[in-house]
């Protein structure tokens, strides 16, 4: 079989990447994601200085980043919950590819997250 014409199969894993305004915010968004098994786990990376527009505006902010780790089918509510819970009128909430991976620990991340819904 030619390699070269070969895609390899989708991965079911995600990491999301979400700011939040300060540290309370991104703990709590960690622990209700987590607990709700929306993420299997969330990593609260800590200060992050952000430079985008807002409402014309060029703002620099001190934002806290995280990381959450979660499959494909978690995403939209995941995404809504955050939504729900953040105090961003427009959160980053954004999604990439888990291209490879330890396998025990993507075994471990589907055995925390349960059944494919």
Same mark, same amino acid.
């Given at each position: ?11 079911? @894993?995600? $990491?999301?990447?979400? #700011? ?9 968004? !960690? ?8 993420? !299997? ?9 952000? @430079? @985008? ?28 919950? $955050?939504?729900?819970?953040?105090? @961003? ?5 954004? #999604? ?22």
């Amino acid at each position: 079989m030619n390699q070269e014409n070969t895609m390899p199969e989708a991965s079911p @894993y995600r $990491v999301v990447y979400v #700011t939040a305004a300060n540290p309370e915010e991104a703990e709590h968004i !960690a622990r209700t994601l987590v607990g709700d098994r929306l993420a !299997a786990c969330a990593n609260v990376l800590g200060a992050v200085a952000s @430079y @985008y527009w807002w409402k014309g505006d060029l703002v620099e902010d001190s934002e806290v980043g995280l990381l959450l780790k979660t499959r494909v089918d978690r995403v939209a509510a995941l995404v809504e919950k $955050v939504k729900a819970i953040h105090s @961003y009128e427009c959160p980053c909430v954004i #999604t990439l590819p888990i291209q490879e991976g330890s396998a025990d620990y993507l075994q471990w991340l589907d055995t925390q997250l349960g059944a494919a819904e």
